[in-house]
T-cell receptor
């Protein structure tokens, strides 16, 4: 099992450009999450999904959109990147039901210039 | 005030020392999660606990629900334990985690 994978690992964008980050999990987990991690702050939830076809806003959703068309994939989109979105992005998944232990991907380091 | 607070923020110790990292939270929770983030950035789940104590190798995690407090202990610490340790809580009634800002641990040979 690959667990949780993220694509790409690194990316540099210019202000105003768009991109999509892909998260894939092969554990048949129901729940998936997108976080950002910034220096001096804890991980912050951007959006999450509790099942295929569902998404919900987290703590810091502005400037991002998500889609979960297939159970194993969770996409995070930036329509018009801003320097404030420079961060490390982590995807995670969890089985759901009564099990909330989260399994994390390796992260994507995004720089917006 | 953050919902989840960790102490200390930074900790440097000699190899072999007994390590304690603390986590306090202010909300009702259904479980607490200890995570380890390696220098390369990857995040690994160490423990998920809702009561009592759990042990895995040299790591021990305890939680006191009444006092809203958890501790992570490392016995016989080793330089490979150097990492950031993150506490996160699962609030009652939802499936989301609230994270502490982490404790950076450095073990000197």
């Amino acid at each position: 099992n690959a667990g949780v994978t993220q694509t790409p690992k690194f990316r540099v964008l210019k202000t105003g450009q768009s991109m999509t980050l892909l998260c894939a999990q092969d554990m048949n987990h129901e729940y998936m999450y997108w976080y950002r991690q910034d220096p001096g702050m804890g991980l912050r939830l951007i959006h999450y999904s509790v099942g295929e076809g569902t998404t919900a806003k987290g703590e810091v959703p502005d400037g991002y959109n998500v889609s979960r068309l297939k159970k194993q994939n969770f996409l995070l989109g930036l329509e018009s990147a801003a320097p404030s979105q420079t961060s490390v992005y982590f995807c995670a998944s969890s089985p759901g039901g009564n099990s909330y232990e989260q399994y994390f991907g390796p992260g994507t380091r995004l720089t917006v210039t | 005030k953050n919902e989840v607070e960790q102490s200390p923020q930074n900790l440097t110790a000699q190899e072999g020392e007994f390590i304690t990292i603390n986590c306090s939270y202010s909300v009702g929770i259904s479980a607490l999660h200890w995570l380890q983030q390696h220098p390369g950035g990857g995040i690994v789940s160490l423990f998920m606990l809702s009561s009592g104590k759990k042990k895995h190798g040299r790591l021990i995690a305890t939680i006191n629900i009444q006092e809203k407090h958890s501790s992570l202990h490392i016995t016989a610490s080793h330089p490979r334990d150097s990492a950031v340790y993150i506490c996160a809580v699962i609030n009652f009634g939802n499936e989301k985690l609230t994270f502490g800002t982490g404790t950076r641990l450095t073990i000197i040979p």
